[in-house]
């Protein structure tokens, strides 16, 4: 038996499957991406803050399934190539996810990509308002 502590992240048809593992104990919760996206668009939130706040939250909770602790650090950058709610890609890489001195081997990044409906002036002036930032937060 391993004794490495990973999370795996899928992707499957409009279903993003996170899966945290530490010894023998598994834990895996599926995101049902439309139902997110169309709770986003009810309520007028934005999409991608949204998404790594409920991101944030599963990975929270599917370790604390595996692991008791006190602070979890979850530490990621996001890159897009324009302000997030107008870009058409989106990346989300992990850096490093710990639960007290217990550091998870992350397996997967997470891309959106989608059709670019952009007009022409804001897609050459994107490179000004794309992202590049790392995101630190201790839950």
Request: charge should be negative; include cysteine; aromatic fraction near 10%.
């Amino acid at each position: 038996m391993s004794k490495e502590s990973t999370i795996r992240i899928k992707a499957s048809k409009g279903v993003l499957t996170f899966a945290a593992k530490n010894g023998g104990k598994v834990s895996i919760i599926d995101l049902q991406l439309k139902v997110l996206w169309g709770y986003c668009w009810w309520y007028g939130l934005p999409y991608i803050e949204t998404f790594l706040a409920v991101m944030e939250s599963l990975l929270k909770r599917i370790i604390s399934d595996v692991i008791e602790h006190e602070d979890l650090n979850i530490e990621y950058r996001v890159i897009a190539n324009d302000t997030p709610e107008e870009a058409n890609q989106i990346e989300i890489i992990f850096n490093n996810i710990k639960a007290d001195d217990v550091e998870f081997h992350v397996l997967g990044d997470i891309i959106f990509q989608g059709e670019d409906n952009r007009s022409f002036i804001r897609k050459i002036t994107s490179f000004r308002r794309s992202v590049d930032e790392n995101i630190q937060t201790v839950l």
